[in-house]
């Protein structure tokens, strides 16, 4: 009997000591832009990571700006760049991307959208999130 139970307590026993299972990368960025002062600046996290882990961040700009009767846009792609996550499995940036000085002298209402893509890979694998927002002139 003593030989069954020496199996049986192994099975047993082997799911105590499995690692846990990683939850699944996410990714968030949530632009702020603000009409005071025409600044636009940025919050970028993502989570998931195993401790300390090398992830590749990148994040593309677009900008279209919009008048009553036209509008303009261009586009950035960002550069890959290293990055680490913390003790926690987790990373975040806060940027500035545009220290405003006010409201441009427009006389036509106007509209300055931004949309941020922000893209992380681990190992090969994407995780993606995009946000915009706007700065109005009536």
């Not at 020496?6 to 026993?13: E, K, N």
């Not at 939850?23 to 300390?52: E, F, L, M, N, R």
């Not at 994040?59 to 003790?87: T, Y």
């Amino acid at each position: 009997m003593s030989r069954l139970l020496a199996p049986l307590g192994a099975v047993l026993l082997l799911p105590l000591f499995a690692t846990p299972a990683h939850a699944a990368t996410t990714a968030s960025i949530k632009p702020v832009c603000d009409a005071a002062t025409w600044s636009v600046s940025y919050t970028a996290t993502s989570s998931g990571h195993q401790k300390k882990a090398g992830i590749e961040v990148r994040v593309d700009q677009a900008v279209v700006e919009e008048w009553a009767d036209h509008g303009l846009g261009a586009a950035v792609l960002g550069e890959p760049r290293r990055a680490k996550a913390n003790g926690n499995g987790t990373w975040s940036e806060r940027v500035r991307l545009v220290k405003g000085t006010g409201a441009p002298n427009e006389t036509r209402p106007y509209k300055r959208t931004y949309t941020l893509d922000l893209t992380v890979t681990v190992r090969g694998v994407q995780t993606r999130a995009s946000g915009s927002c706007s700065l109005t002139l009536r």
